[in-house]
């Protein structure tokens, strides 16, 4: 293939033309060789970067191809290339050239959609693909079809992420419970996967009711939960075995503006029946583990360690915070606004990290729902600044925090608590 493919690229439009007008058969044989190169091209590691020229070429060719007859004339109601009229005509190509200027079609970068567009266009980013969609009806078609530019850039996007009410991106809610049942195919080719890539980017940074949108601005209660929309995938995020790849991963970011007391940063696994939960107190630099053991009187049993050291004494938090999943461990990171003097305005430092810090033994189920704790009423800004797979910086283990005995613990019971001091 490689010969062949090296000579059509090498066709500049005049000869190109000329060797259109050349016999039928063998058009349509050539035709045929570059079609099964084109296949073997898509199937072969790294074809696009090896024959990046032959994709053009082929397109050009066998669009010229299914639209030229017999007589050498060309009936393509598309855009067409002139024919060179210089060059010396002989035999029977002379006598069925007409005294009037040929046009050859141009290719059509659709027309290539059985293998080397979806590969040239699986690298195009969001932003390139709403261009594209926004130039070619024949392109948008294309690309929000299943297994489509929008599908595989969900799947990617999006992997390990589900969607309140709507289940992961590429299953949907059908089968959402049993990854051995088997999607809908007609549900599948029905999808407007362009729409639901749009809408997956748009509402999985948000609170669930009563906190609808990205940001928080006012608490009623104290000790009030506001749940995330989006919901963790461990069986996608879980441990790098089987169907989970070890850097398969995933990152959420919020941002605190304004906080008058105190916010953390929690993912609990309640959605599937459990009463566990992992939190981040960015003021404090301690990670907490906490499962309840009876709910009245209540009584919890938890434990603590503290990775980074406390910044905000008697100050809530004001900067970011973000939680990291990977291969079925979490880390958590901050950047708090900090000020060197009374006069200037704060600025955000650097990043830090608690490295990972613990493992999923504690979760029940597969799926993990992030959400932040308030431990009072009040006036907020807080706001999800994204959900994706990349986290501002890259944690280390951290090996003492996989060491029970270097964690404190944090017990806690209604009774006693109530119970008078003796």
């Given at each position: 293939?490689?010969?062949?493919?090296?000579?059509?690229?090498?066709?500049?439009?005049?000869?190109?033309?000329?060797?259109?007008?050349?016999?039928?058969?063998?058009?349509?044989?050539?035709?045929?060789?570059?079609?099964?190169?084109?296949?073997?091209?898509?199937?072969?590691?790294?074809?696009?970067?090896?024959?990046?020229?032959?994709?053009?070429?082929?397109?050009?060719?066998?669009?010229?191809?299914?639209?030229?007859?017999?007589?050498?004339?060309?009936?393509?109601?598309?855009?067409?290339?002139?024919?060179?009229?210089?060059?010396?005509?002989?035999?029977?190509?002379?006598?069925?050239?007409?005294?009037?200027?040929?046009?050859?079609?141009?290719?059509?970068?659709?027309?290539?959609?059985?293998?080397?567009?979806?590969?040239?266009?699986?690298?195009?980013?969001?932003?390139?693909?709403?261009?594209?969609?926004?130039?070619?009806?024949?392109?948008?078609?294309?690309?929000?079809?299943?297994?489509?530019?929008?599908?595989?850039?969900?799947?990617?996007?999006?992997?390990?992420?589900?969607?309140?009410?709507?289940?992961?991106?590429?299953?949907?809610?059908?089968?959402?419970?049993?990854?051995?049942?088997?999607?809908?195919?007609?549900?599948?080719?029905?999808?407007?996967?362009?729409?639901?890539?749009?809408?997956?980017?748009?509402?999985?940074?948000?609170?669930?009711?009563?906190?609808?949108?990205?940001?928080?601005?006012?608490?009623?209660?104290?000790?009030?939960?506001?749940?995330?929309?989006?919901?963790?995938?461990?069986?996608?995020?879980?441990?790098?075995?089987?169907?989970?790849?070890?850097?398969?991963?995933?990152?959420?970011?919020?941002?605190?503006?304004?906080n008058p007391d105190n916010?953390?940063?929690a993912v609990v696994d309640?959605?599937?029946?459990?009463?566990?939960?992992?939190?981040?107190?960015?003021?404090?630099?301690?990670?907490?583990?906490?499962?309840?053991?009876?709910?009245?009187?209540?009584?919890?049993?938890?434990?603590?360690?503290?990775?980074?050291?406390?910044?905000?004494?008697?100050?809530?938090?004001?900067?970011?915070?973000?939680?990291?999943?990977?291969?079925?461990?979490?880390?958590?990171?901050?950047?708090?606004?900090?000020?060197?003097?009374?006069?200037?305005?704060?600025?955000?430092?650097?990043?830090?990290t608690t490295g990972f810090?613990?493992?999923?033994?504690?979760?029940?189920?597969?799926?993990?729902?992030?959400?932040?704790?308030?431990?009072?009423?009040?006036?907020?800004?807080?706001?999800?600044?994204?959900?994706?797979?990349?986290?501002?910086?890259?944690?280390?283990?951290?090996?003492?925090?996989?060491?029970?005995?270097?964690?404190?613990?944090?017990?806690?019971?209604?009774?006693?608590?109530?119970?008078?001091?003796?």
């Amino acid at each position: 293939c490689s010969s062949d493919l090296k000579k059509a690229g090498d066709l500049s439009a005049p000869r190109f033309s000329r060797a259109l007008a050349g016999d039928r058969k063998q058009i349509q044989q050539s035709a045929a060789n570059m079609e099964t190169c084109t296949k073997n091209m898509v199937m072969a590691p790294g074809a696009t970067e090896a024959y990046p020229w032959a994709f053009h070429a082929i397109g050009r060719f066998l669009g010229a191809c299914t639209t030229t007859k017999a007589n050498g004339f060309c009936t393509a109601d598309g855009p067409t290339e002139p024919v060179d009229m210089d060059m010396q005509w002989t035999g029977c190509e002379a006598m069925r050239l007409p005294q009037q200027q040929v046009r050859a079609p141009a290719a059509a970068l659709h027309e290539l959609e059985d293998g080397p567009y979806f590969v040239v266009a699986g690298f195009l980013d969001a932003r390139s693909l709403g261009a594209a969609d926004a130039a070619c009806r024949s392109l948008r078609q294309l690309n929000q079809a299943f297994s489509g530019p929008w599908h595989g850039l969900g799947m990617q996007t999006f992997h390990g992420l589900e969607l309140e009410n709507e289940g992961v991106f590429e299953r949907g809610t059908a089968g959402d419970d049993d990854e051995d049942v088997v999607v809908e195919p007609r549900w599948l080719a029905r999808v407007d996967w362009r729409n639901r890539f749009a809408r997956f980017r748009a509402e999985l940074p948000t609170f669930r009711s009563p906190f609808a949108g990205h940001e928080i601005l006012s608490v009623e209660q104290a000790d009030e939960i506001a749940y995330c929309r989006c919901r963790l995938r461990t069986d996608y995020l879980g441990t790098g075995t089987g169907s989970c790849p070890s850097d398969a991963a995933a990152y959420l970011e919020v941002e605190v503006l304004k906080n008058p007391d105190n916010v953390s940063l929690a993912v609990v696994d309640f959605e599937a029946g459990g009463c566990s939960s992992v939190t981040f107190s960015p003021d404090t630099g301690a990670v907490i583990r906490e499962r309840k053991v009876r709910e009245a009187p209540r009584k919890v049993e938890g434990a603590y360690i503290q990775p980074l050291a406390t910044i905000t004494a008697g100050q809530g938090f004001e900067g970011s915070m973000g939680m990291y999943l990977r291969g079925g461990h979490l880390a958590f990171f901050r950047r708090h606004y900090r000020s060197t003097s009374e006069n200037e305005a704060p600025e955000l430092g650097p990043w830090e990290t608690t490295g990972f810090v613990t493992d999923l033994s504690w979760a029940e189920g597969r799926r993990l729902t992030p959400c932040l704790a308030f431990r009072n009423e009040g006036s907020y800004q807080v706001r999800m600044v994204c959900v994706s797979y990349t986290p501002p910086m890259m944690p280390e283990r951290t090996v003492a925090a996989y060491q029970d005995s270097n964690w404190s613990s944090l017990d806690w019971d209604a009774t006693e608590q109530d119970a008078p001091e003796m």
